[in-house]
């Protein structure tokens, strides 16, 4: 090959390359909690249908996505699955405003087709599958930074049961690893989100019972306009509120500000 | 002696070396010794692939190393041919081409013509495509000579050029070069420890050892009055060799 | 199919591969030749993302890239961006940890032609561009096409380097190796297999078309 040729060829790649690289469009990256996985897909997709816009959704722990937007990711709104995590970027200026309360969330014990564990939301059955020896692996989310495994350790301690569960726990790390895990066939089962359980991907997989809200503190969930949000992201915001998103969200288990069980 | 090659060079460290000489335009001056006797450091030197501590090395009228002057062109700037021991051709280049790199003072359109004619200087019509891998070792060592040619140096440098050879090409290439020498010229260079290249080859010789030369004179006076009993050792070691 | 993932884990890989191949040429080259005394130093550097997790990794660039850091600041001040999880944050990221893939086969190449044809181009007057282009480029060719393909196959396949700069940011740095994470997270094991499928034939691909070339490349100089 002639030099020539061959920086023809190099600028060509490159301009090929940069002006996809190149973001078009309002179409707001959006930060969600694992447990919003499928009720929150769902609510995008009755967003897009009802505005024609579209969001981009991104879904992992809570702990984790506070710690990236403190550092700066470009994220224009956020759902957390605790509100602790929204007040404290609230503190820090990070956010548009106090954030709203969008649900409170529920945790439900999961088991796999098959397993030898019962789906008993009282955790009694827990309690008898840890002293005869049915339970091997038990999964939840990673209690340092997902709230939802933050709560599963509570609902545990609560039973008395977190001692002797300790050291038979896999971690996910977020609540939707965590289902993953528990119902992979390679754990007996696991406590994560009930919004997870009731989607159909999951409910096909084995049997699912909330556990009481007596046994946690309330997973109260924040969301938040982040400073820079745009049009859309604002817009998304407003539709998380009204009739319409709020159907789907009871849809997967979620009890709704203003509402009771 | 403006026009020949002048070398003086001196250092002790590393490789010592202490060596003063000058070859005259059309003459061919030998280096014979053993190996470590500092013959192919003296080459790599006027060549500009060493740099030598201290000295001074002329040719043709201009300076290439002057360690007072702090003068030391690099090898791309000195008009010196050098013929590798082991011919280092460019292995992904065809002979033509091989020779054509180093035509690059002539102008892009006639160089195709200049190699050709270089080519067939050391008769290798016919072989301009082949590629080193495609060559005898004896068609390599011309196409080394060809391209040493290509630059038209003021000074032709040959280390050691019939080594790799087999006895009865090496009579042969020797024979071609001895002709070719007599419309050079430029000074030559030869480093080898075999006598007979000296006698077929060099007007001059200079006996080396451990960095210094021992005796340096015309090749028929070398041969038959050594100065001492070390250089006819030498000498002798260097027939016994061939 | 995830195929903006696909896309962008392509383009991530295609831009690395141009901007970090010509550096690795230079690099490669001076590291091939110089004697300079603290050369062990310069490769050990080098290569260190190759003998580091990428979780270490990726803490420090998280780290030196946040708007803490002087490195982010100024990224910030100059771009108006910042360059955690976006996507130039990530192609810094992936040029640094392919550091060592790119440079490494290209230094060897290098290494292999060998200081005598580099004498025997300067005594044929050719510059030291010139001896790069005609006679070292030519020669370490089967190097850098291995460099380049390692490069190229180890940004498709790196995760947990992007998984710490990059977040998971659809259409920004969800890679496809993220992309089929996320999927096996979402219980859709479906697409996780494809994505994971088209991933295997890509790279399969990549690595037997340089073995093709570099064995054509061997049968020419033989």
Known sequence: MKSGAVLRFFVLSLAMLIPAAARAGDVPAIAAASDLQFALTDVAAAFKTATGR????????????????????????????????????????????EGTLYAVGRIAIVVPQGSPLAADGTLDDLAAALEDGRLKKFAIANPEHAPYGARAEEALRHAGLWDAIKDKLVYGENVSQAAQFALSGNAQGGIVAWSLALAPEVAAR???????????????????????????????????????????????????????? | M???????????????????????????????????????????????????????????????????????LPARQRRAGLVFQSYALFPHLTALANV??????????????AATALLARVHLDGLEDRRPAQLSGGEQQRVAVARALARRPDVLLLDEPFSAVDRVTRRKLRRELAELRRDLPMPMVLVTHDLDDVTRLADRLCVMHKGRILQSGSVSDVMTRPASAEIAELLDLAADDA | MDWEAFWLTIRLGGLTVLLLIPAAILTGRWLAATRMRGRAIVEAGLALP???????????????FGSGAWFGQMFERLFGQTLVFTFEGLLLASLIVNIPFAVQPIQRAFEAVGPELRE???SCGLSRWRTLWRIELPLAWPGILTGTVLTFAHTLGEFGVVLMVGGSIPGETRTIAIAIYDRVQAFDEAAAGQMAAVLLLVSLATIAASYMLTQRIGRRYG
């Open chain 1, 54 to 97: 579209e969001v981009r959704l991104a879904f992992g722990s809570s702990g984790n996505f506070f710690r990236q937007i403190g550092q700066g990711a470009p994220f224009q709104m956020f759902l957390s699955a605790d509100e602790a995590f929204v007040q404290r970027l609230a503190e820090a200026g990070l956010t548009a405003d």
């Open chain 1, 206 to 261: 084995g049997a699912h019972a909330p556990v009481p809200e007596t046994m946690h503190m309330p997973l109260r969930q924040r969301m938040v306009l982040l400073q820079g949000a745009g049009e859309t992201a604002r817009r998304f915001h407003s539709f998380m509120q009204e009739d319409e998103a709020r159907a789907i969200m009871r849809r997967y288990g979620f009890v709704l500000p203003g509402e009771t069980m």
């Open chain 2, 2 to 72: 403006d026009k020949g090659l002048t070398v003086r060079l001196h250092q002790q460290a590393e490789i010592p070396l202490d060596v003063a000489f000058s070859v005259a335009p059309g003459e061919a001056m030998a280096l014979v010794g053993p190996s470590g006797s500092g013959k192919t450091t003296t080459l790599r030197a006027i060549a500009g692939l060493y740099h030598a501590a201290e000295g001074r090395i002329a040719c043709n009228g201009a300076t290439w190393f002057d360690s007072a002057a702090g003068i030391h």
């Open chain 2, 100 to 113: 054509m790199e180093a035509l690059n003072d002539t102008p892009r359109e006639t160089r195709r013509e």
């Open chain 3, 50 to 64: 190759l003998v580091l997790p990428p979780t270490v990794v990726g803490f420090y660039l998280m780290i030196a």
């Open chain 3, 120 to 122: 025997a181009a300067a």
